[in-house]
């Protein structure tokens, strides 16, 4: 059990690529933190040099009370689970599991021991005579994580462990993995870049971009406060509503109306979310209905208020298309972003 | 239909004549000789006789011949399926994670053994080995005669200095098709290098040291510049199956006799290869 502490660390690779650039991070102990952010800010990256895998060029990584950042891998404690779970085709999923203990010279009853074990807490049982090759996409997933747990480290890394599976089994290993991680109680850190996967399972979420973490907070704050406008625009399953807006006399007029402000006067951008708009008669943004896509138990509504606005209304206020609506926002649930894009 | 069949044995019938000219007919023609005692003068260069078996009997009568197929055997293990696999494959692994300029530079080196032809290479071997101004006796402040004193080593030595580079290449090719996440499985939970080998990548590449050892077994098998370098000798010392031959067939000109010893080194090619094909499919 260690908590994990990143201090000003870059990463470069040989060919100049800064894929992660001077950046601060606390884990802590028994936490499960998600790193989130678009394809290619450096996600796997800032992973890796967690693990040792790439070593920092600048900055300092500790696990625990110990500074790992010159340690090779095989001594930081850590253990790892790859997108494609990097199970040795060769090997039973026993052997496999028992991998690290039989690297550390164990006798075989004891990785037979391991192997049972952790197959009864990964509903593996019964399948660990087979190969790799004969078992299904989630059973490979939780092999490579019994590996993983096997190995008895202090911090357990998962990179994109779910993107491999189909929709259903996703759901299905996100709620174990939660599960597991709490019993195990183990510092996780895990990358996705599905911003629903890391709201629904992470204790604390870092969004980065461009090597940076652009906010750090639990999935309500990321959620409910996005501190720029690329984290509003990355989160939430359905995009933000981000409108061109004025602040004037402590009012904010947008999309044809106005409403309460603080602030100085100036140029802003308006973020609401379409769930935090509700149907009322006397909303504030009134607007034709242009499209209406259904979203299972609720539609998003595209409500034409001079600039098109999105809501998310429940299946029984379902509007047809050409209904004039008047909608209100949630109190509390309107942002507004300064002309550097940040939280104002 | 038969129109067809037709046209696809005249678009085969050039393959096959070629393979015939080439190929079936000299096999037969050499165990035909190889029961005749076919001389490349006297009476029986005019009018060979068929003898039988005789020629083979005599050959495994033979010392020399004994003496041979064991040297043939110490020169396949040792510079082929010993020399050229570890020393390739120890190449190949350390060069994989080293600056491309540097791992360019030693891969040209080894290939430059390997494409310069065989008179050429045993003629710098010669300069390297002899006694007296050799480079390797000035080097080491010694005037040994290396090809007369310790003849199959140097032919040893030699051959894996030639050969590695086949090796090499194609380990590195096997190599770079481990999938890097299982060598990073491996340091992640602190394997040592052996134990990466021995559990990672050697499971990934058995395919191909099999084939490998296969290819550079029966090239070493049949290798005929260790004649450039010794000759044979001295006394016999060196006189691996192909010199042999060489030296029956063209110095005493026994050519039946030499056919047979050539057919059997066939036979021997032709097992080591049966089982190396059953080691690979094994593992299907
Ligand atoms: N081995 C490498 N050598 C050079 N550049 C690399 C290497 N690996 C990644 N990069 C670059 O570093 C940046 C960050 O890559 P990284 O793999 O960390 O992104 P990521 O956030 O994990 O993306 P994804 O979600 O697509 O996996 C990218 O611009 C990528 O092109
Ligand atoms: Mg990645």
Known sequence: ?344 | MPERRTWAVAFVAPALVLIGVFLVFPALWTLYIGITDYQLTGPTAINPRVVGVTNFVSALDDALFTNSVWLTAVFVLGSAVIGQNVLGFTLAWLLRRVRPWLRRTVEGFVLLAWILPGPVVAYLWFAVLSRDGGTLGTLVGSNTAWLVEYPMASLVVFNIWRGTAFSMLLYTSALAAVPPSHLETARLVGASGWQTVRDVVFPHIRGHVLTNTLLISLWTANDFTPFLLTAGGPNHESEVLPVLIYRRALESGQLGYASAISLLLLIGNLVIALVYLRLLRRRA
């Open chain 1, 1 to 344: 059990m260690a908590a994990i502490d990143i201090a000003g660390v870059s990463t470069v690779y040989p060919n100049g690529v800064r894929a992660v650039d001077d950046l601060d991070l606390a884990v802590a102990d028994g936490e499960l933190f998600a790193l989130l952010g678009p394809s290619g800010c450096g996600k796997t990256t800032l992973l890796r040099t967690i693990a040792g895998l790439e070593q920092a060029s600048a900055g300092t990584v500790g696990i625990g009370a110990l500074d790992v950042t010159r340690l090779p891998p095989g001594d930081r404690r850590v253990a790892m689970v790859f997108q494609d779970y990097a199970l040795f085709p060769h090997m039973t999923v026993a052997e496999n599991i028992a991998y690290p203990l039989r690297v550390r010279r164990a006798s075989k009853a004891a990785q037979r021991d391991a192997a049972e074990r952790m197959s009864g807490d990964l509903s593996l049982t019964g399948l660990l005579d087979r190969r790799p090759g004969q078992l299904s996409g989630g059973q490979q997933q939780r092999t490579a994580l019994a590996r993983a747990v096997a190995a008895d480290a202090d911090v357990l890394l998962l990179d994109e462990p779910l993107s491999n599976l189909d929709a259903r089994l996703r759901l299905e290993a996100r709620t174990f993995l939660k599960r597991l991680q709490r019993e195990l109680a183990l510092t996780t850190v895990f990358v996705t870049h599905d911003q629903a996967e890391a709201l629904a399972l992470a204790d604390r979420i870092a969004v980065m971009d461009a090597g940076r973490i652009r906010q750090l907070g639990t999935p309500r704050e990321v959620f409910q406060r996005p501190a720029d406008m690329f984290v509003a625009n990355f989160i939430g399953s359905t995009p933000m509503n981000l409108l061109p807006g004025t602040v004037v006399d402590g009012q904010v007029e947008f999309a044809g109306t106005r409403l309460p402000a603080s602030g100085v006067p100036g140029e802003v951008t308006v973020g609401i979310r379409p769930e935090y708009l509700r149907i009322a008669p006397d909303g504030v943004l009134s607007g034709r209905v242009s499209i209406v896509e259904n979203l299972g138990v609720t539609s998003l509504v595209t409500l034409d208020c001079g600039v098109p606005v999105g809501v998310v209304v429940p299946e029984h206020e379902e509007p047809a298309v050409g209904d004039e609506l008047r909608v209100s926002p949630a109190p509390g649930r309107v942002l507004l972003y300064g002309e550097d894009g940040r939280l104002r």
